[in-house]
């Protein structure tokens, strides 16, 4: 069983950045870092999207397409946290940020499993970010 808490959203104008953080609490029996990491998004009205997954060990990352170059992943399995560096905020990026724990089958062909959300069994509650133009 995994508890995910995520903070450090906010609001922000245009071309701003931000750091959001989740913190891994992990039941005995299993580690931090034998899970892959994501961060997904939910905007009003628009269902979940993945935004970036990072493998256990840190070594695979994947960002979908709207973020890459803005937004940077990285975890510390030493304190159990995942941060996104979320750089250059535009207001298409406003949406609750969540932080997501799971086991996903390793990428093949143009399918990004760390970017499905079916792969993530442990959500935590969300951080808004709003972005003003």
């Known amino acids: 069983d995994v508890q995910l808490q995520a903070s450090g959203g906010g609001f922000v104008q245009a071309g701003g950045s931000l750091r959001l953080s989740c913190v891994a609490s992990?039941?005995?029996?299993?580690?931090?870092?034998?899970?892959?990491m994501g961060w997904y998004r939910q905007a009003p009205g628009k269902g979940r999207e993945g935004v970036s997954c990072?493998?256990?060990?840190?070594?695979?990352?994947d960002y979908a397409d709207s973020v890459k170059g803005r937004f940077t992943i990285s975890r510390d399995n030493a304190k159990n946290t995942v941060s996104l560096q979320v750089n250059n905020l535009k207001p298409e990026d406003t949406a609750v940020y969540y932080c997501?724990?799971?086991?996903?089958?390793?990428?093949?062909?143009?399918?990004?499993?760390?970017?499905?959300?079916?792969?993530?069994?442990?959500w935590g509650q969300g951080t808004q970010v709003t972005v003003s133009s």
């Open positions: 990072i493998s256990g060990g840190g070594g695979s990352i």
């Open positions: 997501a724990a799971g086991r996903t089958p390793y990428y093949s062909g143009t399918y990004r499993p760390g970017l499905d959300q079916r792969w993530f069994g442990y």
């Open positions: 992990v039941a005995s029996g299993s580690t931090f870092s034998s899970y892959v």
